[in-house]
């Protein structure tokens, strides 16, 4: 099975701008999950969908972040206007059930100047 | 070899021999414990869970060991190879199945032939 799929793989915007980042999860699964590493830290949970509904957006860090998965399949994450702080690494991943079974994508490298 | 995780964030290791990555957690209410290998421009990709019932587990080459009395988990490479180089890191599971998962800060893994 294709696994999560995450486009695109590198962005580079300047400050003020906006980006969208867009996350395919595994065909089924009805979780799905944002998360980022920013400066090296650590990876930090951001929000999780079940379906089309934001079950948990308690690490959304401000309102310049908006997340949606509308019909419930792909989910897109808008980062308006964009900060210098924003720049990092970018992750979504996906599950079936509750549990076990978290399959990570790639990741969308961002990069703010 | 063996890193005390959050104080040491590197650890090399020669070509087979075995490594020990430790990992203090946070949330004594947590539940389920997974460890995740991140190798250059991927995801987090899963190694071994173990839930909080649990004090070891078991997979190919690899151990988890869950000492809930002082929060602490552990990582264990058996017979280490050079595609064990990679970043790990452990992430505890707030509430109930994987809704949200906190990462540790990582530990780099470098084996030398």
């Known amino acids: 099975e294709a696994g999560v799929t995450q486009f695109p793989s590198h962005s580079v915007i300047e400050k003020g701008q906006t980006v969208t980042l867009r996350c395919d999860p595994i065909s089924g699964h009805d979780n799905l999950y944002w998360y980022r590493r920013v400066m090296g830290k650590e990876i930090k949970f951001l929000l999780h969908?079940?379906?089309?509904?934001?079950?948990?957006e308690s690490g959304m860090p401000n309102n310049r972040f908006l997340a949606e998965r509308t019909g419930g399949t792909y989910s897109t994450l808008k980062v308006q206007p964009a900060e210098l702080e924003d720049s990092g690494v970018y992750f979504c991943?996906?599950?079936?059930?509750?549990?076990?079974?978290?399959?990570f994508g790639s990741g969308t490298r961002l990069t703010v100047v | 070899g063996e890193s005390v995780g959050l104080h040491l964030p590197t650890l090399s290791v020669q070509e087979g021999d075995n490594s020990i990555i430790n990992c203090a957690y946070s949330?004594?209410?947590?539940?389920?414990f997974i460890w995740y290998k991140q190798e250059s421009g991927k995801g987090p990709q899963f190694i071994i869970d173990i839930r909080s019932n649990m004090d070891k587990r078991q997979g190919q080459r690899v151990t988890v060991l869950l000492n809930k009395t002082v929060k602490h988990l552990s990582l264990q490479i058996a017979a280490t190879q050079p595609g064990d180089s990679a970043v790990y890191f452990c992430a505890e599971n707030i509430g109930q199945g994987a809704q949200k998962l906190v990462f540790g800060q990582g530990t780099r893994l470098t084996i030398n032939p």
């Open positions: 969908f079940v379906k089309e509904s934001k079950q948990d």
């Open positions: 991943a996906s599950s079936q059930g509750q549990g076990i079974g978290y399959t």
């Open positions: 949330n004594s209410a947590s539940d389920y």
